[in-house]
């Protein structure tokens, strides 16, 4: 029964694994998903708005 044990290892190991990974995406307190999502966007819409800046200045300079 060396095998039975294995898999229940293996579960326990797998639950584990799957609790670790929706803690990391708990919402902020006192925030809905909606708001979460928006607050994303946000971040996203910066983010690419310094990358932007930052190809067209190193195309300004002559750099790649």
Same mark, same amino acid.
């Given at each position: 029964? #060396? &095998?039975?044990?294995? &898999?229940?290892?293996?579960?326990? =190991?797998? +639950?584990?694994?799957? *609790?670790?990974?929706?803690?990391?995406?708990? +919402?902020?307190e006192g925030m809905t998903?909606?708001? =979460?999502?928006? +607050?994303?966007?946000?971040?996203? &819409?910066? =983010? *690419? *708005?310094?990358? +932007?800046?930052?190809?067209?200045?190193? #195309?300004? #300079?002559?750099?790649?």
């Open positions: 029964m #060396t &095998r039975g044990n294995a &898999r229940e290892i293996a579960r326990e =190991k797998n +639950l584990k694994k799957q *609790q670790s990974q929706k803690s990391g995406t708990a +919402l902020p998903l909606a708001q =979460k999502k928006i +607050l994303d966007a946000e971040i996203m &819409r910066q =983010k *690419q *708005q310094k990358a +932007l800046e930052a190809k067209q200045q190193s #195309t300004a #300079t002559g750099k790649k």
